[in-house]
């Protein structure tokens, strides 16, 4: 079904496709043992490298002057943020390619409310669930207006969207209902939009929780970006939890026209098509790393290179700049491409 509708919207009228759908895993930007806890350092360092992402000079080495947006008053400070009105009138753009999406997982927000109340199952006859709906959705949107103001520190003209408020739906968990519209136009018009993982209705079960793997894979499907990243706190994915010391980390997975994947590389697990094994923290109520890589093959399984790795590192950097590929054998991550 989100499948015809994703047809159906891609119209003549879309714009030049998306460089680049981005994932911030919760894992990353929060501290996910420590409720409603952002990992300051982690989040600043994505978004600074999102900047160098999206610059269109090369730059001299020289730190440039960032154009700040959030101009609001924080908790604690002396005075207005002070605004250099007269510089900014100066300046001829951006210089930034913005042709970029952002979404985020929930981490230690909205995954604790929704499975205390059990969102995730449905059920808005409950009071509990009706109660958690609305906790939820108070928790992944503060996250989410604290990611919009950390990439506007960095001078994105980052704009927040909630699927939910977009009217996006599901039916037996599944995407129905998901129009991209106010996306594409705020893409047109030069912003970056910032989606996340949601509390939504759905049609049989009443209500549930989207996951922002999930979401990237719908808008990949509608805006055929050039690359898709996903962020995270481990390396990507390994062939058993990465807490083993044993585990492998997969390269390179490759996914035919069916949708069945396989390891190329390492050589050692070459062909491998038994599936990874994978844990799931008790609260995560949208599957974690399983959910992740069914995700990301789909997206593959379109032609689109799908990269995860480890946040804050130079692999991001890379990933999130689209130079990596089969061949680069100093890349930290996995990479997930079509066999075709
Ligand atoms: N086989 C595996 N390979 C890689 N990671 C795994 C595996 N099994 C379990 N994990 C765990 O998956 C976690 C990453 O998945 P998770 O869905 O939590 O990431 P995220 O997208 O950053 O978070 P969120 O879903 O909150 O946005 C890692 O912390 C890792 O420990
Ligand atoms: C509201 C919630 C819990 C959203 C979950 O989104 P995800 O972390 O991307 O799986």
Known sequence: MAEEA???????????????????????????GELESINEESLRSACAQ???AMSESEGDGAPEKVLGMDWSKRHGDPADPAVDAEWIAGMAGLGLD??????????SFGHFQASRSGVHKGGLHSTLVKAGFVATRISVTSLNQEIVRA??????PSVGMSPFACGWSTSLRKLASANASQIIQSLHAGFVPVLHGDAVLDELLDCTILSGDVIIRHLAQLLSPKYVVFLTDVHGVYDRPPTDPNAVLLKEIEVDGKGSWSVVKPALLQGNNKGV?????AHDTTGGMETKILEAAAIARLGIDVYITKA????????????????SEDWLGTIIRSSK
Request: net charge positive; proline share 4%; glycine share 10%.
């Open 312 to 327: 804050g590192t130079e692999h991001s950097l890379r990933a999130l700049k689209g130079d990596v590929s089969s061949d």
């Open 98 to 107: 913005t042709n970029f999406i952002v979404v985020h997982g929930a981490g």
């Open 50 to 52: 999102l900047r160098q």
């Open 277 to 281: 094994e994978i844990s799931v923290a």
């Open 6 to 32: 994703a047809q159906e919207q891609r119209s003549p009228t879309a714009p030049r496709p998306v460089r680049c759908i981005v994932k911030l895993g919760g894992a990353a930007i929060t501290n996910k």
């Open 151 to 156: 990439l506007a520190r960095e001078g994105i």
